[in-house]
């Protein structure tokens, strides 16, 4: 890759600064932060966190199924999984039949499932709960930034020239990612980053608009415009050379998760220093003919996972990514009359890529002690984002969840 | 109102009372064209003088009344017309296609954004519903009442086909009530989040149970109806589901909610009012027995509609970015792809993203979607099918007395732009124009500039 010229990168530096948004957030970086990462070898500083988000309640139960529990045929006559047909984990545990393509990551140890995580006062809202994990506060004291804005923000010390965050889909940008002067790039592909049309004096960064404040007053509707304007010609121009370079990607199932998990490889084998990727599935809200949509859905995320970690696999990335799922919510144990769940509460998350201490974290879901029909939590989101955030990206974690979890994080060991 | 003044600082009563014009905010042009950014798609150019001379009150009355039945009789002619072939190709793609036509060509401009409000608000998706027909029904339930009575229109789209059938909402049995529907009605489409209680929305699934969609028809199955009494909203004795959506829409914090909604939608993206702030608004609803008319027209004859304040506090959406510049510049196009191409900047039409319908505001922005709107605008003057008033740009520009770039430039300001651009900005675009590049000539080489220019997003 080439490196910008000394001059064109201090302008556009100064640039940034002047419309106060040089972020380590934002692709526009300091001279020193892209000469620290000339020559960094690999280090827990290269770590890579990809979140997948199972967006509409992803069915805890159904996912990872109890199948020996009477209780659970009791209360899922005709959406339980049969213990034939499930793949068995433990003597008690076992996948949904559609996850068959990452049962091999549980004999290499590349798999964690961490049971009944939630948060109390459970909300059933989509929206809400969605919020609530995003942002890791109930309602009433909420901002309108999420735990990885804040992250990014505090992320100074070995800042690159790459977005420190990136978020793939047509979807709005999650609120996790938010936080003021905070630029994290949605991309919707990879290829719709490239302008049609380039106008030579657009790629003159000091004549760009909104190079320059237009705004006095900072966090208007404008100055927004403008420092997004400015980002998003910086990314198109890093996609440019990213797409000119060939294609190592690999092989991904042509689904949706598929080309957003494969975007996500190509960047990370492109040599970006991004340490984040935000990716949704969308689809999880089965509130009728739960089977089949919900075999698909899960069969999709795991083919592509499964994608994603051979591909990280066969280039030797597979210790430094770890892919991170979780949902809003789980859903209630009893199923309805339309063949489907309606919104419930506590619900496993998933851990994969690096070796892994545990397979199963936390205990079995307890169906006879349920909280309005729903399976009770038993760990916190929030410390199993600590647990990342502490024990994978070796950063401090206090900020970012707005609360210290080093109690829980020791007792759950996510991480060897 | 002065722009940079904070909401909270301001009377709610003196903003919400109707503006006048003064020495230093006159009726003008440019408040023209900013109320029919807002309450439309931008004002088309042979429209705005008429206007000024029209005065503020009587152009209020224009943009709601159903003036010119002529014209609106030919439209909907057309537009049927439109519909019938979308149906006999059972292409139901093509639908977003048909609304964007009438957004473009509609003799009343309010009704089809006002119509696009309540779609965002009453979100359903044909991806999943996959029927034309009952997508078309709701689309003209949406338009019919989009003015009218609002709980009217909320017990008809409760019992609305396409709705139902998005929300998995088609079968409610007595022994195991579904509560998707029950629990967007108050959170979504009447009351906010917070309003309600897990309780409520189990109360509510209870008296929807024997509501059903069959052979594409709303049906009340006695045999599956729970006819019990229960308590909603703190409310008891309530049976039956039309009941209970009146126990909904009764309650305190509707008004306020719808208000604010429509606010962010006309006036600004943020901050959110608060319910003190919105208060009087809910007044002029409630007086009205809830009718949307009042309250639209309130809004937009509003101290803080009009006065500069609220010029440039709105995030253009895909829809008002392309079609504002394509009414500006008379342009048809193949409206097929440009439906699509809207779709990849974040606003298809009949597939919002989710039952709460598009976010707006600053999430219509992100690296995707602004370079995806400077490639749009390039798509379409690549388009062979792209015409200006029926010519090429050449032809038409000429037929405008735009001679030169200068004057084209300033044209596009005064037209599109709800903030002037700066000397730097000028500057850019002049120099633009003369260099070669981007394989276009020289005036599409401006506007394509232009979309590429923050300014350009704001409304």
């Known amino acids: ?416 | 109102m002065r722009p940079d003044q904070s909401l909270s600082t301001m009377d709610p009563k003196v903003a919400w009372s109707p503006w006048e014009p003064t020495a230093q905010e006159p009726w003008d042009a440019r408040r023209v064209r900013h109320l029919m950014r807002r309450g439309g798609f931008g004002a088309k150019p042979s429209e705005v003088k008429e206007l000024v001379e029209l005065g503020p009150a009587k152009t209020i009355d224009r943009i709601l009344g159903k003036n010119n039945t002529q014209a609106l009789e030919a439209f909907e002619q057309e537009s049927s017309q439109i519909v019938s072939a979308i149906r006999s190709s059972g292409n139901i793609e093509s639908l977003a296609a048909w609304w964007i036509h009438r957004m473009i060509h509609t003799p009343s401009p309010l009704i089809e954004k006002i119509t696009l409000f309540w779609h965002g608000h009453f979100a359903t998706g044909a991806d999943k519903v996959n029927d034309i027909e009952l997508m078309v029904q709701q689309n003209k339930l949406l338009r019919e009442h989009a003015l009218g009575d609002f709980r009217k229109m909320v017990h008809e789209v409760s019992k609305d086909p396409a709705m139902l059938l998005y929300l998995d909402s088609a079968s409610n049995r007595k022994t195991h009530p579904n509560e998707n529907y029950a629990r967007e009605l108050m959170e979504l489409f009447c009351l906010g989040e917070g309003n309600y209680t897990e309780q409520d929305v189990q109360q509510l699934a209870r008296c929807f149970t024997g509501w059903e969609i069959r052979r594409k028809s709303f049906r009340f199955n006695p045999y599956q109806h729970d006819s019990g009494m229960k308590t909603l909203l703190d409310r008891q004795g309530i049976e039956s589901g039309e009941e209970a959506i009146d126990a909904v829409l009764a309650h305190r914090s509707m008004p306020t909610f719808i208000a604010g909604k429509l606010v962010r939608f006309f006036v600004c993206d943020e901050p959110n009012p608060t319910a003190e702030f919105l208060e009087p608004l809910a007044e002029v609803f409630r007086k009205s027995d809830f009718t949307i008319e009042p309250l639209v027209r309130t809004i937009l004859s509003s101290k803080l509609m009009l006065s500069d304040w609220s010029v440039g506090k709105k995030v253009r959406s895909p829809i008002d970015f392309m079609v504002e510049s394509i009414r500006s510049l008379q342009v048809t196009t193949n409206l097929d792809r440009l439906a699509k191409g809207l779709d990849g900047i974040g606003q298809a039409l009949f597939n919002p993203p989710n039952v709460k319908g598009w976010d707006g505001g600053r999430a219509w922005i992100n690296s995707s979607t602004l370079i995806g709107r400077s490639n749009l605008i390039v798509d379409l003057l690549r388009e062979p099918a792209t015409r200006f008033g029926r010519t090429d740009l050449a032809a038409w520009l000429k037929s405008q007395q735009l001679t030169d770039q200068n004057q084209w430039l300033k044209w596009l300001e005064d037209s599109l732009l709800s903030v002037p651009l700066n000397d730097s900005d000028k500057q850019l675009l002049q120099s633009i124009a003369e260099k070669s590049d981007g394989g276009l000539d020289p005036w599409k080489r401006i506007l394509v500039a232009l979309s590429q220019n923050p300014k350009m997003h704001l409304s």
């Open chain 1, 1 to 416: 890759m080439k490196r910008r010229s000394f001059g064109q990168l201090g302008i556009s530096t100064c640039a940034a600064l002047a419309i106060g948004t040089a972020q380590p957030g934002g692709w526009l970086q300091t001279l020193a932060g892209e000469l620290a990462t000339q020559d960094q070898s690999s280090s827990v500083t290269d770590r890579i966190l990809v979140v997948i988000q199972l967006s509409g309640g992803n069915d805890g139960l159904n996912t990872i199924v109890p199948y020996r529990d009477e209780l659970y045929a009791k209360a899922r006559p005709k959406l339980g999984i049969p213990s034939n047909d499930v793949i068995k984990l433990t003597e008690e545990l076992g996948l949904h039949p559609s996850l068959r393509a990452i049962e091999n990551q549980f004999s290499e140890n590349r798999f964690s499932i961490i049971q009944g995580v939630g948060y109390p006062s459970p909300n059933r809202s989509h929206f809400e709960s969605m919020d609530i994990w995003h942002s890791c506060h109930p309602k009433k004291d909420r901002s309108q930034s999420g735990w990885l804005g804040r992250w990014i923000t505090e992320q100074t010390a070995h800042p690159t020239s790459d977005s420190t965050a990136i978020h793939i889909g047509s979807d709005t940008l999650p609120l996790a990612c938010q936080e003021r002067g905070v630029q994290v790039p949605s991309l919707a592909s990879l290829e719709q980053m490239r302008l049609k049309a380039k106008l030579d004096s657009m790629q003159d960064k000091q004549s760009r608009p909104g190079a320059e404040p237009n705004s006095k007053d900072s966090g208007s509707l404008l100055d927004f415009l403008s420092t997004s304007t400015v980002s998003a010609l910086e990314v198109s121009e890093r996609l440019d050379k990213i797409l000119a370079q060939p294609d190592a990607s690999g092989d991904f199932p042509k689904t949706a998760l598929g080309e957003k998990l494969r975007a996500v490889s190509r960047l990370i084998l492109s040599g970006l220093k991004t340490r984040i990727y935000y990716v949704t599935l969308d689809g999880f809200d089965t509130h009728a003919n739960q089977p089949d949509v919900h075999a698909s859905l899960l069969k999709q995320w795991s083919e592509a996972l499964a994608a994603f970690l051979s591909r990280l696999k066969q280039t030797g990335q597979h210790d430094r990514v770890l892919v991170m799922t979780f949902s809003e919510f789980g859903r209630r144990v009893s199923e309805n009359a339309s063949l489907g769940t309606d919104h419930g509460a506590a619900a496993p998350m998933f851990l994969a890529g690096p070796k892994l201490p545990k397979i199963i974290h936390g205990p079995m879901p307890d169906l006879s002690d349920l909280e309005d029909g729903d399976l009770r939590f038993k760990i916190d989101f929030r410390s199993v984002y600590a647990s990342v955030l502490e024990h994978w990206m070796m950063t401090d974690s206090r900020k970012a969840l707005d609360g210290d979890y080093h109690d829980q994080v020791e007792q759950l060991r996510l991480f060897s």
